[in-house]
Nanobody, 126 residues
């Protein structure tokens, strides 16, 4: 049984930082491209960041480049999203997802991902 569990969300002031973690179990973690997505109220789920199977390549949405950093530790089945210089527009539920096919040309597409966590709320106050 595959489980993907996010943690680390919360309330932070604009300009602050948060670190989200995601642990996946019940799968061969190193075989999956891992991604973070977010969804704000009334909006579609959008891509935030992704990391290749070995962690050597990373991908970011333009809106978070230079502020967010994705990384993974295959030995611990975890992927982390370090979020700095947070803005009110970063407020959303953040989801971790796992993609087995791993076509890195389409890492931004939610439909490519096989397993999803329940999400963790991030709220940035102005």
């Amino acid at each position: 049984q595959v489980q993907v569990v996010e943690s680390g969300g919360g309330l932070v002031q604009a300009g602050g930082s948060l670190r989200l973690s995601c642990e996946a179990s019940g799968l061969t973690f190193r075989s999956y491209v891992m991604g973070w997505f977010r969804q704000a109220p009334g909006k579609e789920r959008e891509f935030v960041a992704a990391v290749s199977r070995n962690g050597g390549r990373t991908y970011y949405a333009d809106s978070v480049k230079g502020r967010f950093t994705i990384s993974r530790l295959n030995a611990q089945n975890t992927v982390t999203l370090q979020m700095n210089s947070l803005k009110p527009e970063d407020t959303a539920v953040y989801f971790c997802a796992a993609d087995l096919r791993g076509n890195e040309l389409v890492v931004t597409t939610p439909l490519e991902y096989d397993y999803w966590g329940q999400g963790t709320q991030v709220t940035v106050s102005s």
